[in-house]
């Protein structure tokens, strides 16, 4: 795609923020004279700023950091689900700890939940609207939700705070490989990785500029050496298995990096990344009992339920079909493929006895879509000559 054009230069200027961002100096200065006024020669025992400051530490802050701290090794150690447990904790016994909320945005990314993870990140930016990380967190949500204007103000908003942090950098060379400025990006990846060499985001995002530029084996490499940093990160063998998968057509290889995801995390989104992969290679049965698998862990996982109706399709299980359908394409929405709709259409058509009119429905869906889609206008016309009754009114 051209680069799209942003209203910033990609190397900006160090802004005035104003005197007030001189206030901690102020305090500082303050509280030096309110301590010198009410010194008087007593030691440390008898001095009210002492007292005040060895007073207890209230027990939910305690808890707040543990349960934090517990949240960070669950990541590193590939505990997901234990990680979000522990957050949720965090929250709850400290609803101002802006680190919490950060680390939930990081996750539901993770997890490709860009609604969720755009909702954290801009209660951390609420708390803590000068902390770089808050600033680098709630820029990357806005980038995958399409805002790249405000991403890109708020990553150079944190870049004017600290101009060597590895992970602002990287945002922003996400930022610029997703407008298409690719030799800005590859700028800021270079000097991301010269400031921390082992920066996971770092790696990862060069290996999705790579990806853009449709350069798939170095790719590859680049994810693969995210991947040895940080191996219990799941998401990074399903988009080295992308690379494999899309960019090489290596679909032995995108399952053996795929089968890597489930072996590091066994969820649905692993499952259905997995099952995916079996179905778009072929393997038409073990893509079933694996979506299936996915689906039952988690029967509100869309994806997997979409991916599930068409892997039964392609068994001709048209019943299953449908109804696995039925679940998955309305959360999906919009995002669905036009493809998905019209086997859900044509499932309907098929199955015994047929249902027109849920067949209507998702023939509607593609022709809103491609007006004139002739499988579509196809589908509709098979079932009013095959099924009886026809739905009312069509």
Not at 28 to 37: Q, R
Not at 111 to 121: G, H, R, S, T, V
Not at 124 to 136: T, Y
Not at 159 to 169: F, K, S, V
Request: contains cysteine.
């Amino acid at each position: 795609m051209p680069p799209m054009y942003l209203n910033r230069d990609y190397k900006p200027r160090r802004r005035s923020k104003g005197a007030w961002r001189l206030w901690p100096l102020y305090l500082l200065i303050l509280v030096a004279i309110l301590v010198y006024e009410q010194w008087d020669g007593r030691d440390s025992e008898g001095s009210w700023l002492f007292q005040s400051m060895r007073g207890p530490t209230p027990t939910a802050t305690l808890g707040a950091v543990n349960f934090l701290a517990d949240a960070q090794t669950a990541q590193i150690t590939g505990d997901f689900d234990g990680s979000l447990e522990a957050l949720a904790r965090v929250v709850a016994l400290d609803p101002s700890n802006a680190d919490a909320f950060i680390e939930l945005s990081r996750l539901h990314l993770i997890f490709q939940d860009i609604p969720k993870a755009l909702e954290e990140a801009q209660r951390a930016f609420e708390l803590a609207p000068d902390d770089p990380e808050a600033l680098n967190t709630l820029a990357r949500a806005l980038d995958w939700s399409g805002d790249y204007e405000q991403a890109l103000d708020r990553a150079l908003d944190s870049l004017d705070i600290d101009a060597e942090n590895a992970t602002t950098l990287a945002v922003l060379a996400e930022i610029y490989t997703d407008v298409g400025s690719w030799e800005t990006a590859d700028t800021y990846i270079n000097q991301a990785l010269a400031v921390d060499p082992r920066n996971v985001l770092a790696l990862r995002n060069k290996g999705y500029l790579l990806e853009r530029q449709g350069a798939y084996t170095e790719a590859v490499a680049a994810y693969q050496q995210a991947v040895e940093v940080a191996p219990n990160r799941f998401d990074l063998y399903i988009e080295k298995a992308r690379q494999y998968r899309v960019g090489l057509e290596d679909f032995e290889a995108a399952i053996a990096a795929y089968q890597e995801a489930v072996n590091v995390y066994r969820s649905a989104i692993t499952l259905d990344a997995l099952g995916d992969g079996q179905y778009i290679a072929g393997d038409f049965l073990s893509a079933v009992r694996t979506l299936r698998e996915a689906v039952d862990l988690d029967p509100t996982y869309a994806p997997a339920q979409v991916h599930m109706g068409m892997a039964l399709f392609s068994r001709r299980n048209y019943e299953d079909s449908a109804a696995a359908f039925e679940v998955g394409l309305p959360v999906l929405g919009e995002s669905a493929r036009v493809e998905q709709f019209y086997r859900a259409g044509m499932a309907n058509v098929l199955k015994d006895p047929p249902n027109c009119q849920r067949a209507y429905h998702w023939f509607d869906k593609v022709l809103e879509r491609d007006e004139g889609n002739a499988d579509a206008i196809e589908g509709k016309g098979f079932c009013v000559e095959n099924a009886t009754p026809t739905p009312e009114g069509n």
